[in-house]
């Protein structure tokens, strides 16, 4: 650490209230976001039950007596079905597929897992931590159990993935598994819910002296004139673990064009990682990417941002609309830090699929509602093979980029936003955005740390 760099102990306090997309700079005027998903027709890539051989009984009897005194003779295979690989064990005398060793075993057990393939069950050991009371880490306005919403049965909820296990979030074996490492988000309002939660999560709403802001190690300062930083980093000072969050919503290199103008506007290069990134990724571990909902005309507009391309004003027709240069720019900023895996081998990077809207009836500023309350997606089972979201898992197919897939799990939980009981919306506007915490980006968080 540079002598000039000086860590600040956190006293036990609330985490920053206000929503950094509402800043100026990196200003957000708009309280709700646009919904913005490629749309692609299914395949099917699940082997056929043709691809499995059976023996049968008799045969199985005779291989084993032919062979009962001899070394058994082992191959390893590969079969697939859908976009997982199961590695098993086949022997001369074993049924394909039976388990017979304590190796077989443990060989199912470390199987690829398909996360976003589940359900959703009830746990009475839900919620991980107190809405109540992460009073430290948790803003008040994503907070509904300081809101008038009475009923909580959605905290109950946990996403049990098919056919596996996922492994229990404990706050102690994430900073063991994250020692001496840093795990950073970036991206919109929706990466820092993700980074709130898993504050919480690791604290057990807890309040911890122990934490230092680290922010400057990573230039998350105030600017001049401006009211808060762009971001937060903590260190757990006992396992030197920093978690970061930076805004970043649209994944692009934000640049004033006039910096003596405090109303300048902004270029909005699709074709450039954040600064940040660019800056700082050696210093991060892992990292959580996310975009999706401000990519629309208002924001723009309302933040004075100008699509550049090659470095000037973008001119090309095939990514001047909203989607094509959304997908244009994950693609982008996903390449570029996958060019930048070889160079860091420590580095393990996720892009987090979009999350999904639950506007019924209108949009945020036309009415739109999400008022239903009770969970009504207990035990219904999401099997799609591929991501709803067609242009995050286009973006880092060969990449090294891994997708933290959590679009499909989330879209049937309708519920658990923050409706009609937001703490900072207009009258008769309702938040079907963002999620009530604790809530499903708990899960989020619980599948990431299933994959580090």
């Known amino acids: 650490m540079g002598a000039d760099i000086q860590t600040v102990r956190l006293e036990p306090k609330r985490h920053v209230r206000e929503d950094i997309s509402t800043l100026s700079q990196n200003e957000v005027i708009n309280n709700e976001e646009q919904h913005d998903v490629d749309k692609k027709p299914s395949t099917d890539t699940a082997g056929s039950s043709s691809d499995f051989e059976t023996v049968s009984v008799q045969k199985k009897e005779e291989e084993a007596a032919k062979h ?30 039976q388990k017979t060793s304590e190796q077989e075993e443990k060989i199912v057990e470390n199987r690829v897992c398909n996360y976003a393939k589940g359900k959703w069950v009830i746990d009475d050991r839900r ?65 820092r819910q993700q980074f709130q939660s898993l504050m919480c999560m690791i604290t057990a709403s807890k309040e911890r002296s122990d934490v230092l802001d680290v922010g400057m190690e990573y230039g998350l300062v105030i600017p001049p004139g401006g009211k808060r930083p762009n971001g937060w980093a903590y260190r757990f000072s006992s396992t030197n673990t920093t978690v970061l969050y930076y805004w970043s919503s649209t ?9 003596s103008d405090p109303n300048t506007e902004y270029a909005m290069h699709l074709d450039r990682p954040p600064a940040f990134l660019r800056q700082y990724l050696h210093k991060i571990d892992v ?15 309302a933040n004075r941002w100008i699509m550049y391309a090659g470095g000037a004003p973008n001119t090309n027709r095939k990514i001047a609309g909203m989607g094509s240069a959304k997908n244009f720019t994950i693609h982008s900023t996903v390449k570029w830090i996958g060019s930048q895996l070889p160079k860091h081998p420590h580095l393990k990077v996720f892009y987090r699929s979009i999350s999904p809207r639950h506007f019924m009836h209108g949009d945020w500023n036309t009415g739109g509602s999400c008022d239903n309350t009770t969970p009504m997606s207990i035990g219904k089972e999401v099997l799609q093979e591929e991501s709803s979201d067609y242009s ?22 309708d519920e658990g936003h923050i409706s009609r009981f937001s703490l900072t919306a207009s009258p008769g506007v309702q938040d079907c955005l963002h999620w009530c915490l604790p809530g499903v980006p708990d899960t989020w968080n619980e599948i990431l740390f299933a994959q580090i």
């Open 68 to 97: 009962k005194h001899s070394p058994k003779r082992e191959k390893t295979d590969v079969i697939k079905s859908g976009s997982i690989s199961t590695q098993i064990e086949e022997t001369d005398n074993v049924i394909l597929g």
């Open 251 to 259: 994944l692009c290199d934000l640049q004033p064009l006039n910096l």
């Open 127 to 191: 919620p991980l931590y107190s809405g109540f009371h992460c009073k430290q880490w948790l803003a008040p306005m994503w907070a509904c159990r300081l809101m008038q919403r009475q009923d909580f049965a959605f905290e109950k909820l946990r996403w049990q993935p098919k056919d596996c296990e996922m492994e229990e979030f404990e706050g102690s074996k994430f900073l063991e598994r994250m020692q001496d490492k840093t795990l950073a988000f970036v991206g919109d309002s929706l990466g």
């Open 392 to 413: 995050a898992a286009s973006a880092v197919r060969g990449t090294g980029v891994k997708l933290l897939d959590i679009t499909a799990l989330s879209q049937v939980r």
């Open 287 to 301: 990292l959580v990417l996310n975009t999706g909902h401000h990519w629309n005309r208002g924001k723009l507009r």
